[in-house]
Nanobody, 125 residues
Framework: QVQLVESGGGLVQAGGSVRLSCAAS????????MGWFRQAPGKERRFVAH????????YYADSVKGRFTISRDNVANTVYLQMNSLKPEDTGVYYC??????????????????WGQGTQVTVSS
């Protein structure tokens, strides 16, 4: 089992920045990749960003490219999501997730085996 705990959410004005953290514990050696998803009120949970636990490969949703950066600290077993130039449409609950298989598609929710409890990010206009 892998446990994930997100932190760093809050209220921010449009154009501002927030950094989210996701701390992993447990059988972290089984993790191939980590992803961030977000869920706006009344909408489905959608992919935001992905990073492998080794190498430098990252992958982003088109809506956040150039504004968000995903990174990791393997020593601390933590993944970060730096969010800049925030827009009101970035509002939602942000979830981190852990992927065990290298064969599953990072943008699909079904590709992930473990999920955190989520952290709220609210961007005011």
């Amino acid at each position: 089992q892998v446990q994930l705990v997100e932190s760093g959410g809050g209220l921010v004005q449009a154009g501002g920045s927030v950094r989210l953290s996701c701390a992993a514990s447990g059988r972290t050696f089984t993790i191939y990749g980590m992803g961030w998803f977000r869920q706006a009120p009344g909408k489905e949970r959608r992919f935001v960003a992905h990073i492998r636990t080794s190498g430098t490969s990252t992958y982003y949703a088109d809506s956040v490219k150039g504004r968000f950066t995903i990174s990791r600290d393997n020593v601390a077993n933590t993944v970060y999501l730096q969010m800049n130039s925030l827009k009101p449409e970035d509002t939602g609950v942000y979830y981190c997730a852990a992927q065990r298989s290298s064969y599953s598609v990072p943008a699909y929710r079904s590709s992930y085996d473990y999920w955190g409890q989520g952290t709220q990010v609210t961007v005011s206009s």
